[in-house]
C-alpha cells in the first residue's frame, strides 16, 4: 500500500485464483482496501490475506457461494461492512469479478445439471455479486466494475459450448449495466484474456499447449499479472472516459 495511505476500496470475487490473486495484489500497490472473496479454496484466500495484511494493506476475507443468491447477498454484505467500518463509511470504489470455473467437453455428452451449473458459476454468479453491490455505487453516484471475461466468450470455443456462452453473456451483460449505470457515474468494462499461465489451463499436455501457442501472435501464454495491469487501467482515472468495453489481452490471438 503506498504510503500506508488508504486511498480507494474494492472487492474481489475469485481472489484464491490466480488471475484473482494476482488483481489484488497489484490493487494493493495502488494502495486499495481489499475486500478478497473466496468459495471453496479457503488455505490459498487466507495465505493472500494475510501476505496482503503484512504489507499493511486492509484486507478482509470473506467466503461465498456466488450460485446462491442468498449466500452471496451475506458474503458481499460483510465486505461492505467492513469497509463502512474500517474505511470511513467508504462504499467500494471497485468491484472486480474474476469467479468462474471452466469446463471442456461436447455438449451432447453433458448432462443437463453440468450445463446449468456451468451457467450459474460463470454467468449468474457475477450477476448475483453485481447486484449485491450497485445500490453502495448508485448511492454515492461513482463507481467501477470489471468483468473478468474470456476470448472464447468473443469468439466461442470448441468443446467449450456452455462456458463460451456464458462469458459472451457475461460481457452483453457488462455492456448493457454500463448503459443503466453511466448516469450515476459508474462504468462497467471487461477483460478477455486469451492463454493465460494458470491452473485452469493445466489440464492440457505440453504438447497442446505447444500447438495452441504456435497460433499466438506473441508466441507465448499471459501472465495472470497482466491480466492485473488490464484491470487496474481500466479502474484508473486514465480510463475515465471508457465504459462499456472489452479490453483483450489475449497477445494478439484474436485481432
Known amino acids: 500500500m503506498l504510503g500506508g495511505i488508504i486511498t480507494k476500496t474494492a472487492i474481489i470475487t475469485g481472489a484464491s485464483g490466480a488471475i484473482g490473486s494476482a488483481v489484488c495484489q497489484k490493487l494493493a500497490r495502488e494502495g486499495y482496501a481489499l475486500c478478497v472473496h473466496y468459495h471453496t479454496n479457503r488455505n490459498a484466500a487466507q495465505n493472500l490475506c494475510e501476505a496482503l ?13 456466488l450460485t446462491d443468491s442468498q449466500n452471496t447477498q451475506e458474503g458481499i454484505s460483510a465486505a ?4 463502512e467500518s474500517t474505511c470511513h463509511g467508504q462504499a467500494p470504489d471497485l468491484f472486480v469479478h474474476c469467479a468462474g470455473k ?8 453433458m448432462e443437463f445439471d453440468e450445463i446449468r451449473k456451468s451457467l450459474e458459476e460463470n454467468l449468474l454468479g457475477g450477476m448475483f455479486a453485481a447486484r449485491c453491490v450497485l445500490p453502495s455505487m448508485i448511492s454515492k453516484k461513482n463507481g ?10 468473443e469468439t466461442g470455443a470448441s ?4 462456458y463460451s456462452a456464458a462469458k ?5 451483460f457488462a455492456k448493457a449495466l454500463a448503459k443503466e449505470h453511466a448516469p ?14 494458470t491452473p485452469m489451463n493445466s489440464r492440457l499436455t505440453a504438447q497442446e499447449k505447444t500447438d495452441f501457442l504456435a497460433d499466438v501472435p506473441l508466441s507465448r501464454a499471459g501472465l495472470p499479472d497482466e491480466i492485473a495491469e488490464a484491470v487496474c487501467f481500466l479502474a484508473s482515472e486514465s ?5 462499456g468495453e472489452v479490453l483483450r489481452v489475449n497477445g494478439g490471438y484474436i485481432i
Open 184 to 197: 450515476s457515474h459508474i462504468r462497467v468494462n471487461c477483460v478477455s484474456p486469451g492463454f493465460i499461465e
Open 53 to 65: 495484511s503484512s504489507n499493511e494493506t486492509p484486507a478482509f476475507l470473506f467466503q461465498a457461494d
Open 144 to 153: 467501477n466494475l470489471v468483468f473478468i471475461t474470456s476470448m472464447w466468450g
Open 239 to 243: 480510463a475515465s472516459y471508457i465504459t
Open 159 to 162: 468443446c467449450e459450448s456452455v
Open 168 to 172: 459472451a453473456g457475461l460481457i452483453g
Open 102 to 109: 471452466s469446463q471442456f467437453g461436447l455438449l451432447n455428452t
Open 80 to 83: 461492505l461492512h467492513f469497509l
